[in-house]
């Protein structure tokens, strides 16, 4: 008998199968899906790689299989090579995602670990690692290795890295030196649960359209039928308490469940009403936070069928659950179920293949559902159930506009207008928290020279640097890259350098100054830390008592603040002047979840937000609380422009050290599909710097094509990449994104 194998490696020459004899005392084991070891390359080195198929006989001299590891399901094994076509990527790429984190471990023991624990992850992206690979400047076997286990196990420690890969603390060392890895502290619970006491609670009595929900879904997992719904309600509706009755019902029938969140979102909050409502042994948690021990730990519950619900962020779609009864995404316009690292899949996209193999429903939850979602509930694709009311009867929050040109004219040249300083001094007044959300940390977002408009920026990437005043320093955003700060224009030698625009930072060494006495805390990419992660932070606010939270996005999810009255929205336009055809949806998005974090129990919110386009229909709209209106707006323009859902946008990236040859392959790219792609069906823009046109010296490029991403498209795509690379532009890396969340 003889096995095809993939090996498990990113190269693109690699993307092929490999036969290999299986020898007879292997062959009862064997299967398609089986993990195995083989003689690869040079010298007597063994790979990792997956059968993907059997067969009688080869024409090759072919040598034997050493060692069967374990196996994944023939459907993984399907799904994976649905997901190598559809995402543009290698066939191990996508197995990778399936595999049981540390699988190595072979007497499945558990280390126990010292509460304060090293952990390490990758300082550069996975691109950069590989670029230095193939360059030669990273030749050490196992250092590779390391590199390549702890981008799949970001958060590994030290004694995991030795025991999975065989490399030792001394070498993790030398990588830490020369800046590929960081090593960093944290505090670990082995088991995220363990020391989790909740009161048990049973189903609540629905409301009339909860039970309508709940009945429409219901029947779908009793009869075993696929079928998508979009559960659309607002904040406080009650949706959590339908997923919470569809899962008792699907576990009442001997059914399992998948429940996928945005990753910032699975909070000891959020996890405690799933687990008072079906005890913490039925549940098992997945996500990056977890260390790998813990992550094998859930995965072996999993597969031993002892935990029958999956709580977890997007990679959880792939966890080795059988016979689901339902699966459920909540806050489905959330951008981190789309993948942005390779395999570039979409999370939703997956759970659908998966549910209609199982033949269950899949129901997608929000209060802003993405457009492309609620245009196919439209269009009858998928079934729409609405939850127009707050369930607990909480009224909605009073939201207010302020035109900040107007506030301008009026001589306030502060970052707060007068109504909400005032609202603000209230709310100190009336021991109620508040919190401020501003989409832009650092302290001021760039320096120019007003003399002759010199602005600085990286000399990597070619962007802004932004001022963060803690460290004095000017920081890349995109690179990490840092420079002194400086006094001088490095153009025309005149002092008058000028700092503009306004961070997180900046916001909140202005609020001490106009309320001294109020305390603070910080939430960005800045304070939020590996050691110091966010929930941290915002128990912290919640705990203490803290007068005013400021933060970026970070603060829009997840959380209950009982006492939060005031959440006031410092600069709307942020978002608004994003290169994006988005731009208006994450607009509303985002005004509509600032402003459902206000008032959310008895006492009554107030929001606020600043803009300096009050006219601007999706401010308009966010203020009204009215997706409708929004949805019936936007719509309108997507169908004019041609964006989703009227069409796909697939993004060819390239990116190069080499200019000539960058250019070079972009113009072979597009003359390719320009011919083979029906012109009727597909718009293909000419090849373009991206916005962002250098990073960390490479040189950046994009084609953008619009059209729907069909299976013939996909095929003469597949094929491009191929005849791209045979064309061999090897400093050039190219990878297709379809829908991305980012086109910059
Ligand atoms: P969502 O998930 O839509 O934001 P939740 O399920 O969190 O809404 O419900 C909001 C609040 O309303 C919660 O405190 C919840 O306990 C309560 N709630 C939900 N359904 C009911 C119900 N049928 N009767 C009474 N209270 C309910
Ligand atoms: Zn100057
Ligand atoms: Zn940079």
């Not at 670990?113 to 952990?119: A, G, H, L, M, Y």
């Not at 709310?427 to 408009?453: A, D, H, P, V």
Request: hydrophobic fraction near 35%.
């Amino acid at each position: 008998m003889i096995a095809e194998v993939v090996i498990n490696r990113s190269a693109k020459r690699l993307n092929r199968t490999f036969d290999y004899n299986i020898p007879k005392k292997l062959e009862p084991l064997i299967m398609v899906g089986s993990t195995v070891l083989v003689p690869f390359g040079k010298g007597t080195n063994l790979a990792q790689g997956y059968v993907i198929s059997l067969k009688e006989n080869t024409e090759y001299e072919v040598k034997d299989i050493v060692e069967i590891k374990h196996n994944l399901s023939q459907n993984q094994i399907e799904l994976a090579k649905w997901m190598a076509k559809r995402y543009f990527c290698n066939l191990s790429d996508c197995i990778k995602q399936m595999l049981q984190p540390g699988t190595k471990n072979k007497n499945e023991q558990k280390n126990v670990q010292d509460k304060i624990i090293n952990v390490v992850y990758l300082k550069k992206t996975p691109d950069e690692i590989q670029f230095d690979i193939d360059i030669g400047k990273i030749k050490s076997e196992k250092q590779k290795k390391i590199l390549q286990f702890i981008e799949s196990n970001e958060g590994a420690t030290i004694p995991e890295i030795e025991i999975f890969t065989t490399g030792t603390r001394g070498i993790v060392k030398t990588l830490e030196k020369n800046g590929y890895i960081e090593i960093i502290e944290k505090k670990i619970e082995r088991n995220p649960l363990a020391n989790k006491c909740v009161n048990k609670t049973n189903n609540l009595k629905l409301t009339e359209e909860q039970q309508i929900a709940y009945d429409s879904i219901k029947q779908d997992i009793e009869e075993n039928k696929f079928e998508r719904f979009l559960l659309y309600g607002v904040t406080g509706s009650g949706k959590t308490e339908v997923y919470l009755q569809l899962i008792k019902k699907a576990l009442e029938i001997g059914k399992t469940a998948i429940v996928l969140v945005p990753e910032i979102s699975l909070t000891p909050q959020m996890l405690d009403r799933f687990i008072s409502r079906f005890g913490k042994e039925e549940i098992a948690v997945l996500h990056s936070k977890l260390s790998i021990g813990e992550r094998y730990d859930e995965w072996n519950r999993i597969k031993e069928k002892k935990a029958r619900i999956i709580i977890g962020a997007r990679s959880a779609i792939f966890a080795p659950i059988e016979n689901i009864g339902i699966i459920i995404i909540d806050e489905e316009h959330d951008t981190s179920y789309k993948s942005e690292s390779i395999p570039k899949y979409d999370a939703k996209e997956i759970a659908k293949k998966i549910a209609q193999e199982n033949n269950c429903p899949l129901v997608l939850g929000s209060a802003t559902p993405d457009l492309v979602t609620y245009y196919n509930a439209k269009q009858g694709k998928i079934r729409l159930l609405e939850l127009s009311k707050r369930a607990n009867n909480s009224k909605l929050p009073n939201v207010e506009v302020v035109d900040m040109k107007m506030e301008l004219a009026n001589g306030n040249r502060s970052m707060l207008s007068v109504s909400l300083y005032n609202a603000i001094e209230n709310n100190l007044k009336q021991k109620k928290q508040t919190i401020l959300f501003l989409n832009r940390r650092g302290y001021s977002t760039f320096i120019m020279c007003r003399e002759c408009g010199y602005t600085v920026k990286c000399k990597n990437c070619n962007i802004s640097m932004t001022y963060h005043r803690a460290e004095n320093k000017l920081k890349c955003h995109y690179c990490g890259y840092e420079e002194n700060v400086v006094t001088i224009c490095p153009n025309c030698h005149s002092t008058k350098i000028r700092y503009f625009g306004t961070g997180t930072q900046k916001l909140e060494q202005e609020i001490h100054k106009l309320f001294p006495q109020a305390s603070t805390i910080r939430m960005d990419i800045d304070t939020v830390t590996k050691k110091n992660s966010h929930e941290e932070i915002l128990n912290k606010f919640k705990n203490e008592n803290i007068d005013i939270l400021i933060g970026t996005q970070m603060v829009v999810k997840g959380h209950h603040f009982p006492n939060v009255t005031l959440v006031g929205v410092v600069a709307a336009d942020s978002s608004l002047n994003i290169d994006d055809y988005r731009a208006n949806e994450r607009t509303f998005q985002i005004l509509t979840q600032v402003a459902g974090r206000a008032g959310r129990e008895q006492l009554e919110g107030q929001v606020i937000i600043q803009t300096y386009n009050p006219d601007n229909f999706s401010i308009i709209c966010a203020k009204e609380q009215n997706y409708n209106m929004f949805y019936d707006t936007e719509i309108v323009l997507r169908k004019q422009l041609n964006y989703p859902p009227f069409c796909d946008i697939i993004l060819i990236g390239f990116n190069s050290l080499s200019e000539n040859e960058i250019l070079e392959a972009t113009k072979t790219v597009y003359k390719y599909l320009k011919e083979k792609l029906n012109e009727q069906e597909f718009t293909i823009l000419k090849p373009m710097p991206s916005p962002i046109d250098r990073i960390q010296n490479r040189y950046r490029w994009r084609i953008i094509i619009k059209g729907n991403m069909t299976n013939e498209a996909n095929i003469i795509l597949n094929n491009c990449l191929k005849e791209i690379y045979e064309a061999n532009f090897k400093n050039t890396r190219i990878s297709i994104d379809i829908n991305p969340n980012n086109l910059s």
